[in-house]
């Protein structure tokens, strides 16, 4: 998992791969499986942040936080479906054996990946992750992140930004947020912004070349989730807000909902 790990590189805290599996049915059964973004504290690495609203970093693990409220909640409800949690966890920071701009990691997945912002590292964390999980034959896959500050210009504080790569997924969750209240709106992922990746010394770039930051940063996810179905949450606006600071809860009632919802518990 060299990508996942090379975000962690400048931290003294050691990056951490987190499995939680909740069993309500049959062990034969399939799970439905939730990846959470971990990242404990974003300094943006080399690519280093502006110190205005950097405290704010701390929240910067919104995505594997709504794994563990889900999966709390679908415990303590005993939904009679598989779950399994897996969070990605590392501390993003700055020293002399940090990533650079420029440097090329390979995933768990066998694809090179050339970074070129070391402030893009929630994908970084996520990929080796969403690769990880093939191995429990998921029915479906979740991803839950507080990816970008693009989905904050494009949707605000109101609504969770959705990407799938399967219609009838996306339109599962949309359901689920609107009857949960915590809604969602879907974007596309087409081949058109693929081609925005492309980089002349590995198999993807870590960022885009042109606008449309959270589709290109779902599309950059996309092709870690190819063998199952999929769905990204980009959270970046609502998992947290500035004033009054703190989080939010949010995905979580989306989620369990969702959850409710495919173990046919109305």
């Known amino acids: 998992m060299h990508s996942l790990l090379s975000v962690g590189n400048g931290s003294e805290q050691p990056s ?23 990242i404990t504290f974003d300094t943006g690495g080399i690519s280093l942040k502006p110190g205005g609203k950097m405290d704010e970093m701390k929240f910067d693990m919104g995505g ?16 009679p479906i598989n779950i399994v949690g897996v969070i990605a ?9 940090a990533t650079k701009p420029g440097d090329v990691v390979t995933s768990m997945s066998g694809k090179t990946i050339e970074v070129l912002n070391t402030d893009a590292e929630g994908r970084l964390v996520l990929c080796d992750a969403l690769t990880y999980v093939e191995r429990f034959s998921p029915v479906e896959v979740i991803d839950i992140a507080t990816l970008t500050g693009a989905i904050i210009v494009a949707l605000g504080q109101e609504a969770t930004g959705v990407f799938s790569n399967d219609d009838d997924l996306a339109t599962r969750l949309l359901a689920a947020g609107d009857r949960s209240h915590d809604r969602g709106w879907r974007f596309p992922i087409w081949e058109e912004y693929h081609r925005q990746l492309d980089s002349p010394f590995a198999d993807l ?16 996810l996309s092709q870690f989730a190819q063998d199952y179905k999929w769905a990204h949450l980009d959270i970046a606006g609502t998992a947290f807000k500035s004033a009054p600071k703190g989080a939010t809860g949010r995905p979580v009632p989306l989620l369990v909902q969702y959850l409710r919802d495919r173990a046919g518990v109305l």
């Open 16 to 38: 951490q791969l987190i499995v939680i599996k909740y069993q309500g049915a049959a062990a034969k059964a399939r799970p439905y499986c939730l990846v959470g973004k971990g």
């Open 64 to 79: 594997a936080g709504s794994v563990f409220g889900a999966l709390q909640a679908a415990s303590l409800m005993k939904l």
């Open 89 to 97: 966890a590392a501390e993003n920071m700055p020293s002399g054996r």
């Open 205 to 220: 770039a870590n960022i885009g070349t042109g606008g449309a930051g959270s589709i290109t940063a779902a599309c950059f």
